[in-house]
């Protein structure tokens, strides 16, 4: 089955440090992965994608996610964290019977302390 | 550049009545999307436009739930009659041909049913 899970409920950084969110999936074929942000009271916001290419992508706000297809994941990180990062993160994959047809995760609440 | 346009962002009903969401997508995106957001998960594919057509409504239940989208634009998604269990975030998004993945999601209207 086509999926895609966000092991940890929320991730808790102090402001200035690295941030890591994690994502890993299980879909047929090349997998098309995305993160996006919803802020309180927002609506979902992309970030960034991996369709093919260099295995580092870079999104908004200064985000990247690296692509590991040997472990199927796809985290989403930032070299030094901001209060205002602090927001729901969605993972999301390609599946395939539509051209557009994503699939969520649960998200993962990043708590980001001065 | 107005983004996608939801209403109402909140409503409060009795089970057993109906209710109508309104959804106007960003100009010139041919794609829409309504998508369910329960409580700490992530969004669910109720129902996907290519235009005015319903490519993918597999996630819909048709029992009490219907969509439409005249004339290609605006998007009304309906609830007939409403039960507890649908008490959740209804997300309307649309996305441009040839954006693979890069949905842009509206805020969302918050269903409340006692």
């Known amino acids: 089955a086509q999926s895609v899970a966000q092991p940890e409920d929320q991730v808790n950084v102090a402001e200035g440090n690295p941030l890591t969110v994690k994502c890993t999936y299980s879909?047929?074929?090349?997998?098309?992965l995305f993160w996006y942000v919803q802020y309180p009271n927002r609506g979902l916001q992309f970030l960034l994608k991996?369709?093919?290419?260099?295995?580092l992508v870079k999104g908004s706000y200064g985000f990247e996610a690296e692509f590991n297809k040997s472990q199927t994941s796809f985290h989403l990180k930032k070299p030094s964290a901001l209060v205002s990062d602090s927001a729901l993160y969605f993972c999301?994959?390609?599946?395939?019977?539509?051209?557009?047809?994503?699939?969520f995760g649960a998200g993962t609440r990043l708590a980001v302390h001065p | 550049e107005a983004g996608v346009v939801q209403s109402p962002r909140y409503k409060i009903i009795e089970k057993k009545q109906p209710v109508a969401f309104w959804c106007n997508p960003i100009s010139g995106h041919n794609t829409l999307y309504w998508y369910l957001q329960n409580l700490g998960q992530g969004p669910e594919l109720l129902i996907r436009y290519e235009n005015e057509e319903a490519v993918d409504d597999s996630q819909l239940p048709k029992d009490r739930f219907s969509a439409e989208r005249l004339k290609g634009v605006d998007s009304t998604l309906k609830i007939q009659p409403a039960e507890l269990g649908d008490s959740a975030v209804y997300l309307c998004?649309?996305?441009?041909?040839?954006?693979?993945?890069?949905?842009?999601f509206g805020e969302g209207s918050r269903l409340t049913v006692l």
């Open positions: 991996y369709i093919t290419g260099d295995n």
């Open positions: 998004a649309s996305s441009l041909e040839g954006h693979t993945g890069e949905l842009f």
């Open positions: 879909v047929s074929g090349n997998p098309y």
């Open positions: 999301a994959v390609r599946v395939s019977g539509g051209y557009n047809k994503l699939i």
